[in-house]
């Protein structure tokens, strides 16, 4: 019979000084600006209290995906660092069960984004974190997260790492040549044959919604100065000092989201004057670069933007 009760069936060697008495995580839940109650999953140092520390924020919120706890060697140096770890369970996830995917997906998809963007808020509020050293984080489909978020809500992040983003969705799915084109439909949505799907994915995807940068005149007003003589994005208008610092990562030979977007997005954000960076893997996939070592050199690499972001890296 159930007893409520957790048995530990296997415990997997980590090699080094690692003990597991030296973290505590826990579960909290905020609420939405919607009112739905939305997990969020946290892990610290013992001897670092949450107390308007510096956050990495991770998120995906996509094709019924669970986003579940997990232990990685990866992360002890940022906690050992004093750094909360957060994971926010946004719909569009599986967390929650089916319905929790379908209010996060095609005419629901901006669910996604204001979960994030909520749940950073009351972290944030709570003075369990400070909005000046967060950063946010999310790969492929968590990267068009990390893109509208950016676009949302640039006062609550320091940074967004964003790695093989899917920064120009709506380009992509208008495109039925493309491989995967006609099953994303099933996701995000019909653009090319439904126009409110067309309309809704371009008040949200990220290269759309760059915010136009603001530039002083002469008499020190605020003068909007357009992204591009190509088209002005739709996003509002932000200064560039306000809007977090960007790092993207992609690949050359990335067949799921094409490198060229992510290329776009940033020549975009360089062009509003947002301090936004690339790494391009000439040999790499979707999935990063091969060979364990050369892994943990890039997760070394992001792990380090990220620390010099939260003014940790001295």
Same mark, same amino acid.
């Given at each position: 019979?159930?007893?409520?009760?957790?048995?530990?069936?296997?415990?997997?060697?980590?090699?080094?000084?690692?003990?597991?008495?030296?973290?505590?995580?826990?579960?909290?839940?905020?609420?939405?600006?919607?009112?739905?109650?939305?997990?969020?999953?946290?892990?610290?140092?013992?001897?670092?209290?949450?107390?308007?520390?510096?956050?990495?924020?991770?998120?995906?919120?996509?094709?019924?995906?669970?986003?579940?706890?997990?232990?990685?060697?990866?992360?002890?140096?940022?906690?050992?660092?004093?750094?909360?770890?957060?994971?926010?369970?946004?719909?569009?996830?599986?967390?929650?069960?089916?319905?929790?995917?379908?209010?996060?997906?095609?005419?629901?998809?901006?669910?996604?984004?204001?979960?994030?963007?909520?749940? /950073? &808020?009351? %972290?944030?509020?709570?003075? =369990?974190?400070?909005?000046? #050293?967060?950063?946010?984080? $999310?790969?492929? @489909?968590?990267?068009?997260?990390?893109?509208?978020?950016?676009?949302?809500?640039?006062?609550?992040?320091?940074?967004?790492?964003?790695?093989?983003?899917?920064?120009?969705?709506?380009?992509?799915?208008?495109?039925?040549?493309?491989?995967?084109?006609?099953?994303?439909?099933?996701?995000?949505?019909?653009?090319?044959?439904?126009?409110?799907?067309?309309?809704?994915?371009?008040?949200?995807?990220?290269?759309?919604?760059?915010?136009?940068?603001?530039?002083?005149?002469?008499?020190?007003?605020?003068?909007?100065?357009?992204?591009?003589?190509?088209?002005?994005?739709?996003?509002?208008?932000?200064?560039?000092?306000?809007?977090?610092?960007?790092?993207?990562?992609?690949?050359?030979?990335? /067949? &799921?989201? %094409?490198?060229?977007?992510? =290329?776009?997005?940033?020549? #975009?954000?360089?062009?509003? $004057?947002?301090? @936004?960076?690339?790494?391009?893997?000439?040999?790499?996939?979707?999935?990063?670069?091969?060979?364990?070592?050369?892994?943990?050199?890039?997760?070394?690499?992001?792990?380090?933007?990220?620390?010099?972001?939260?003014?940790?890296?001295?």
């Amino acid at each position: 019979p159930a007893t409520g009760k957790d048995t530990l069936l296997k415990r997997a060697t980590v090699l080094g000084d690692f003990d597991p008495r030296n973290y505590m995580e826990r579960r909290v839940w905020i609420t939405a600006r919607d009112g739905e109650r939305i997990p969020v999953s946290l892990v610290w140092h013992r001897d670092c209290p949450a107390q308007d520390s510096p956050m990495f924020i991770t998120g995906y919120g996509a094709y019924e995906i669970s986003s579940d706890p997990g232990f990685s060697v990866a992360r002890l140096s940022m906690l050992d660092r004093g750094v909360l770890y957060a994971v926010p369970h946004i719909r569009g996830g599986g967390e929650m069960g089916r319905a929790w995917y379908e209010q996060g997906r095609r005419l629901n998809k901006k669910h996604s984004f204001e979960d994030f963007v909520d749940a /950073t &808020r009351a %972290l944030q509020d709570a003075h =369990l974190a400070d909005a000046r #050293r967060t950063v946010a984080n $999310g790969g492929s @489909a968590g990267g068009l997260l990390m893109g509208a978020i950016a676009n949302m809500a640039p006062e609550c992040y320091a940074g967004v790492e964003a790695d093989v983003p899917f920064v120009d969705a709506l380009t992509s799915i208008l495109d039925p040549d493309l491989p995967l084109t006609v099953t994303e439909w099933d996701e995000w949505g019909d653009p090319l044959h439904d126009p409110e799907v067309y309309r809704y994915m371009k008040s949200y995807t990220p290269y759309e919604n760059v915010p136009v940068a603001r530039a002083e005149d002469g008499d020190g007003e605020t003068v909007d100065d357009k992204v591009s003589s190509a088209g002005a994005a739709t996003g509002k208008a932000v200064s560039a000092a306000q809007f977090p610092k960007i790092f993207i990562t992609t690949s050359m030979n990335d /067949t &799921r989201v %094409l490198y060229v977007e992510p =290329l776009k997005w940033l020549a #975009r954000l360089q062009s509003a $004057g947002v301090d @936004a960076v690339a790494k391009i893997e000439v040999e790499a996939g979707h999935g990063g670069i091969s060979g364990r070592y050369k892994q943990w050199q890039e997760v070394s690499y992001e792990n380090a933007w990220c620390m010099d972001v939260m003014g940790l890296a001295h």
